[in-house]
Structure formats: structure tokens, C-alpha cells
């Protein structure tokens, strides 16, 4: 029942063509994070802790052992490399493994340790001895899931008697036998299938319940539905795990409606800044114009590697081209491309074997390129309207805490309609952009 992408978000579909604006797709984009998987954030920020249940009890560890698990789980941790609790880790699990258990909602940017929480707490709730479906984890796409289904076999190494099963699409089930795994992990629409529709295990038996993503899974069509009836289909004691990215009055809600008297554990997102950047704009007379800046300014990169951001595809093509007609090696990441694609042409320009790289608004925050210092606005961000995109502008510009070295942005304007873009992004960051002379290249070095 999951016919592939139906993400509500995410234009990448319909513009084949490539003319309209390239955006970045939720679910792709948490997966591309996860699979360049660079090990834990490390974050300073502060936790905030909110708890509805007064009787539950809150504490913190500081390490793995304080947990008491059992020992092949501890052994699973720490051939994963683990060493010590990550800052959410620390609040999360004594409350994700209490007993009796806590029901909890969490949100903290992707990398800072969720899944690593909460596959723990599935894989210590099993009882072994109990053949059937004692843990449900929905993910929003199959390649999610399996990511998921993979930190859970890896923790899980030294425990051989827990039994996984995904429940995502081309997964076939026998109709007339009993699933006898204890751990489903799967996407919505494949979980109802077999649990609602064909009644291959008993949704009141599941005592561990996860919504893995919740924010990606509002953001597909018909996800959030489906993740309301399996969760009606529960029983009252089973508990309620939510964990999100992001936290916006629309996931709140829907967390909500799924998880009663949450402990509520929040991590604050590292602000990016433009405090390290020197902004500068560029004028130039049309699309050859701005060729001709980038020209100027790709020679005067010497140390480190720039991102230059396109609105469309077909520019980003167009430009890509060009350049190498001109022998420049350049790499392009556009929305069509597949996620593995993605992951090689990051791979490779990570690894410096390209100077620049030529993208559209689909790498967006949270793909940070540490050596990158110089950031070509080929075209200033604009929303549908052709407003100033701020929010944008900052993704592309911005550092956070973790890259804290300098930066160069530089904005190529070819009109009035991108000049008064520039100036309201000048305004709204208070942050001045200066005139840039790409022919005296040294006002850039
Ligand atoms: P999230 O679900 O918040 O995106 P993950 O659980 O996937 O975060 O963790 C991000 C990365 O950090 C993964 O590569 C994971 O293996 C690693 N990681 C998670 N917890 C720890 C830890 N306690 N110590 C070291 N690395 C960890």
C-alpha cells in the first residue's frame, strides 16, 4: 500500500522540466544525513525538559553502565563505538527504559542521537519468550526504515533470540501464519496491512510503540492518518515514543494526539549566524555577466572550496556545462538525482576532488561541507512570490557554533527585482552586504 513517493512537500517531482525552483524533499534529506552519517553532533546547547507525568521519575546518566541493561546489549554499544551517552541519550533512556514506562515525546536536530535512544529501549523491552509483535517503529519510507532496521541489528549483534522484521513494501507475508517477530519496523501503510487488514499479529499486544520521524511523516500525504489509526489500535498501557527533528505547532499537535502524558525533552537548535561571513553583491548585466563573475571569483580560490546555488535546475545545468567547457571541474547536485547519486557526487567533493559545486535549494541544512568558504548566490533565494527567502539565505550562508570559521558569501545581482531582494535581505539580518569588483580579485582574497 505504499506506491512510493507521495510526499506532499518537496517539488522535485514536478519539475521535470527543471524551470521552476528545486526544493528539497524532507524524507530524502533526512536519509542523505543519516547515511553520510559524520558520528554524534556535538552540541553545548541546553536540554529543555518538560514533564506532564508528576509521578515520573526524571535523572540523567553519564554512562552506559548506569543504565543496568543487560549485558549483551551493553556489549552491542559498545562495539557500535559508543562510549558514553549523547546529550539527549543522557535524559532520554533512564525514561525511555523506567518502569513502569514513560510515555515521551523528543526533538533535537538529526545526528544528535535519537535513534541510537530508542532502538535501545525496543531492543531491551523484548521478552523473548513471547513469540509475537511486541514493538512497533514507523518510519516515513522504506529507506528510512531500513536504516533504522539496521542500527536496531547492529545493537542488537550479541542478542541473536530478538527477532526483526521490516514491514515495508515488497516484503511478502504468508496470510495464514502468525508474524512471530518481536520487532516490526516499517512504514504505515504496510504496518495497517498486516496488522489491521490481515490480522497477522495482535495490535494490543504491542507494548513498545515508535513514530520515528514524525515531522518527514507529516510532511507525506496520508501518513499522518494512518500513523492515528494504528495508534487507535493500541492498547492504553503500550508506550508512546515520538521523536521529531523539528518542533512546530503542526507536529506538536499530531504528537498530541498520540502520546499522552509525555515527557517532553527538547534540544535547542544551534543557531546558525551570519556573525563570521563577509557579504558582498556583484552587478552584472545578465546571465553571461554572472558568468563571467564566477569566472573571476573561481580564480581566486585558492585554499578551500566554494557552493554556488542555482533557483532551477536547468540554470544549475546550464552553468555546470559551461564551466566545463571552460576545463573547470565542477560537481552538480541537483534534485534529480537519487540519493545514492547525491551521496557519491557529496563524497567526492568532500574529498576535494572538486573545487566547486554547483547546486540548487536541495542541500539544505544539515549537509555542512566544513572546508567550504566561499558561497555564490548564482540566484538570491525567493519564495514562490519572488520575495526575499531570509530563512533560505541564512541555510546557504549561515554557520553554526561547529564551523565557527570565517566565510565569504557573495551575491550576483542582475536587476532591480534582484538588487531590492539583496537589500531586503541586507535589512532583515541587519548585516551589511558591500559592492564586490570581481575584476580586482584581491578585494576577495
Ligand atoms: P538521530 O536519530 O538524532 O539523527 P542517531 O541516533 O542516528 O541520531 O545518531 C547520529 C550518529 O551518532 C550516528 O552515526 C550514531 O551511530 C552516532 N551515535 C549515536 N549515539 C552515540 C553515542 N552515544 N556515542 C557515539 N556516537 C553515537
Not at 34 to 49: A, C, E, F, W, Y
Not at 154 to 171: D, H, S, T
Not at 175 to 182: D, V
Amino acid at each position: 500500500s505504499d506506491n512510493g513517493k507521495t510526499y506532499t512537500t518537496g517539488l522535485s517531482s514536478k519539475t521535470a522540466d527543471g524551470n521552476e525552483g528545486d526544493t528539497a524533499d524532507p524524507a530524502e534529506t533526512s536519509l542523505l544525513i543519516k547515511i553520510l552519517g559524520k558520528g554524534l553532533v556535538n552540541t553545548k546547547l541546553s536540554l529543555d525538559i518538560q514533564q506532564k507525568n508528576p509521578n515520573s521519575p526524571l535523572h540523567s546518566v553519564k554512562t552506559f553502565e548506569a543504565l543496568h541493561l543487560k549485558p549483551e546489549l551493553l556489549k552491542g554499544i559498545y562495539a557500535m563505538g559508543f562510549n558514553t551517552p549523547s546529550k539527549i541519550q543522557e535524559t532520554a533512556l533512564p525514561t525511555l527504559l523506567a518502569d513502569p514506562p514513560q510515555n515521551m515525546i523528543a526533538q533535537s536536530q538529526s545526528g544528535t542521537g535519537k535513534t541510537a535512544a530508542f532502538v535501545l529501549a525496543m531492543l531491551s523491552r523484548v521478552n523473548v519468550n513471547l513469540n509475537h509483535p511486541q514493538v512497533l517503529c514507523l518510519s516515513p519510507t522504506y529507506e528510512l526504515a531500513i536504516q533504522t532496521g539496521e542500527v536496531a541489528a547492529r545493537m542488537g549483534q550479541f542478542c541473536p533470540e530478538i527477532k526483526l522484521r521490516f514491514a515495508v513494501r515488497g516484503e511478502e507475508v504468508d496470510r495464514n501464519k502468525r508474524i512471530s517477530e518481536h520487532i516490526l519496523i516499517g512504514t504505515p501503510g504496510k504496518m495497517l496491512d498486516w496488522g489491521l487488514k490481515f490480522r497477522l499479529f495482535d495490535m494490543k499486544k504491542i507494548t513498545v510503540f515508535v513514530l520515528d520521524e514524525a515531522d518527514v511523516m507529516i510532511a507525506t500525504q496520508g501518513h499522518h492518518d494512518q500513523c492515528i489509526r494504528i495508534h487507535k489500535m493500541l492498547s492504553a498501557q503500550c508506550q508512546m515514543l515520538f521523536f521529531s527533528a523539528t518542533y512546530d505547532k503542526e507536529v506538536m499537535d499530531f504528537a498530541r494526539l498520540i502520546v499522552t502524558e509525555p515527557t517532553i525533552i527538547r534540544l535547542m537548535r544551534e543557531e546558525e549566524s551570519l556573525d563570521n561571513i563577509k557579504q558582498y553583491y556583484v552587478k552584472c548585466q545578465n546571465e553571461d555577466g554572472k558568468y563571467n563573475a564566477i569566472q573571476n571569483i573561481y580564480g581566486c580560490i585558492s585554499i578551500g572550496q566554494a557552493i554556488i546555488f542555482c533557483h532551477t535546475r536547468r540554470t544549475a545545468a546550464w552553468l555546470a556545462a559551461k564551466m566545463t567547457t571552460d576545463c573547470h571541474s565542477v560537481a552538480v547536485l541537483s534534485g534529480d538525482l537519487t540519493v545514492e547519486q547525491r551521496l557519491a557526487v557529496l563524497d567526492r567533493f568532500r574529498s576535494g576532488l572538486e573545487k566547486v559545486l554547483i547546486t540548487t535549494n536541495v542541500l539544505s541544512r544539515g549537509i555542512d561541507i566544513e572546508q567550504v568558504t566561499i558561497v555564490v548566490n548564482f540566484d538570491l533565494p525567493v519564495d514562490v512570490r519572488g520575495n526575499a527567502d531570509c530563512e533560505t539565505y541564512l541555510h546557504r550562508i549561515g554557520r553554526t557554533g561547529r564551523f565557527g570559521k570565517s566565510g565569504i558569501a557573495i551575491n550576483l545581482i542582475d536587476g532591480e527585482k534582484s538588487m531590492a531582494v539583496c537589500k531586503a535581505i541586507e535589512n532583515h539580518f541587519k548585516k551589511e552586504i558591500q559592492i564586490l569588483n570581481t575584476d580586482c580579485a584581491d578585494d576577495i582574497e
